[in-house]
């Protein structure tokens, strides 16, 4: 690094973090922004992530999926009228993967090895019910990358890949998981966080 650019690693490191301050500051002139104010405190010196916040627009809370050094990855319920914080359901969630909330249901994908093949593993799609508390798998032995719920929280989409490394959009039933169509992929190319619009 030092042969080719002339600098050290902490070098390049610090001149790349003054460059992009002064490009994010550069940004913020005449920038016109909304008041904020803090939700969630911190009460310990771990840090904690609270990744992919959504509201659920029936309840009006803020549901994010929360990690860190001292938290496995779980869902949490944000109060942000009384600060408070309700856990809902952890499991062998990826963090690096978002979920989806639409009329208090909640669905993301999570990891399930194989019992047999232990080199083995799918990804399936979870469903949690926030009003009943009541969570289930809707899908199995499913390669799925990413699901979002329709805003009436009756379909999900989905990224599905095969072990060939085809992509498609499929459109599935949010009440058991079962593909409604699937969305035709020529070009195959690789589809990331779908999304539903609002009509």
């Not at 008041?35 to 911190?42: C, Q, S």
């Not at 639409?102 to 949690?128: F, G, P, T």
């Not at 959009?169 to 999304?195: K, S």
């Amino acid at each position: 690094v030092r042969q080719t650019t002339g600098k050290s690693p902490l070098k390049i490191y610090e001149d790349t973090n003054q460059e992009l301050k002064a490009l994010w500051e550069a940004q913020l002139q005449g920038l016109k922004t909304t008041p904020a104010k803090r939700i969630n405190p911190r009460h310990t010196t771990a840090y904690t992530n609270y990744t992919y916040p959504q509201i659920d627009i029936s309840s009006g809370h803020i549901i994010a999926l929360k990690y860190g050094m001292d938290t496995v990855p779980l869902f949490v319920v944000l109060d942000h009228q009384q600060q408070k914080e309700h856990l809902t359901i952890s499991g062998n969630i990826q963090p690096g993967v978002s979920f989806s909330v639409a009329q208090n249901q909640l669905v993301w994908i999570e990891e399930e090895k194989d019992l047999w093949r232990k080199d083995h593993s799918y990804a399936v799609i979870k469903h949690y019910d926030l009003s009943t508390q009541q969570c289930k798998t809707l899908t199995h032995k499913s390669r799925y990358g990413a699901a979002a719920l329709s805003p009436d929280a009756k379909e999900i989409v989905a990224i599905e890949s095969d072990e060939s490394y085809n992509h498609q959009l499929v459109i599935l039933d949010a009440t058991d998981g079962q593909v409604l169509r699937r969305l035709p992929n020529p070009d195959n190319h690789f589809y990331f966080a779908p999304r539903w619009s609002a009509d």
